[in-house]
């Protein structure tokens, strides 16, 4: 069974930063494209970042670029958010996803596309 488990969350003061850990279960992480979401109270889950299967490509979205980065571990199986420069925007649930990957597929943005999910970690970004 694959399992995903967040860790890393916290409190931290704007402009601090935090690193998320993805600790997969499995199947080795290089099988899959891996996303982070985020999910802020009464709002909708957005996309934050992503990795390829291969890890060569990276992708982000407006609001984290060049503030986050995603990178993995394969001995230790694990994928990362590194975030820097946080905001109380940034703060939200955060979750890491896995999807399905293939040569060739592109990395998907849309949650609907990742079909294993972790439990969450708190963000709380205080101002």
């Known amino acids: 069974q694959v399992q995903l488990v967040e860790s890393g969350g916290g409190l931290v003061q704007a402009g601090g930063s935090l690193r998320l850990s993805c600790a997969v279960s499995?199947?080795?992480?290089?099988?899959?494209?891996m996303g982070w979401f985020r999910q802020d109270q009464g709002k909708e889950r957005e996309f934050v970042a992503a990795i390829s299967w291969s890890g060569g490509r990276t992708y982000y979205t407006d609001s984290t670029k060049g503030r986050f980065t995603v990178s993995r571990d394969i001995a230790k199986n694990t994928v990362y958010l590194q975030m820097n420069s946080l905001k109380p925007d940034d703060t939200a649930v955060y979750h890491c996803?896995?999807?399905?990957?293939?040569?060739?597929?592109?990395?998907?943005?849309?949650?609907?596309?990742?079909?294993?999910w972790g439990q969450g970690t708190q963000v709380t970004v205080s101002s």
């Open positions: 499995g199947r080795t992480v290089s099988t899959y494209n």
């Open positions: 996803a896995a999807a399905e990957a293939s040569l060739g597929r592109a990395v998907p943005r849309a949650s609907h596309e990742y079909v294993y």
